[in-house]
């Protein structure tokens, strides 16, 4: 027997193993409901200035377009409500990205190293007040209060 041979074998034997232990109904059993649950989120980036584009990779249009005047992706200058299940996102913009997430209560959670710059932890609402946190200049686009 070869060694892809060999190795297919021992795929099939911990397939069915793993079946064995965990029971079939189990590795064919959907998510529970709260899982797949979409919640209403808004974005809300409309304090930046200028304006730009944004997006959230795999929710809404891209912002790596080659033609701004066709660019389907979404402005600053509009709150956007996203239907988004729990799980993992991210913010992305030109000049500013961050992770954020959606707990099973649909509240959003992220770093609290982003308070200076995004709003709305345990909400429904996202607020992006920076373009960027540390600009060209080296001054941060908000302050320490």
Known sequence: MNHVNQLEVWRWAMA???AGVVGLELVDAAPPP???KEHAIM???TVLDPPSWWYVP???PSIYNSDPDSL????TTDKRTLALKPGKYKFISFTFDFPFSVNLDGKLEFASSL???VE???TQTLIVRCK?????GGQPDYTYQ
Do not use: E, H, N
């Open 115 to 117: 308070d200076q710059c």
């Open 132 to 136: 960027r946190t540390y600009p060209y």
């Open 16 to 18: 069915v193993l793993f």
């Open 58 to 60: 795999g929710v809404t």
């Open 43 to 45: 974005i809300d980036p």
């Open 34 to 36: 709260s899982y797949t």
């Open 120 to 122: 709305g932890r345990g």
């Open 72 to 75: 389907d992706a979404y402005k």
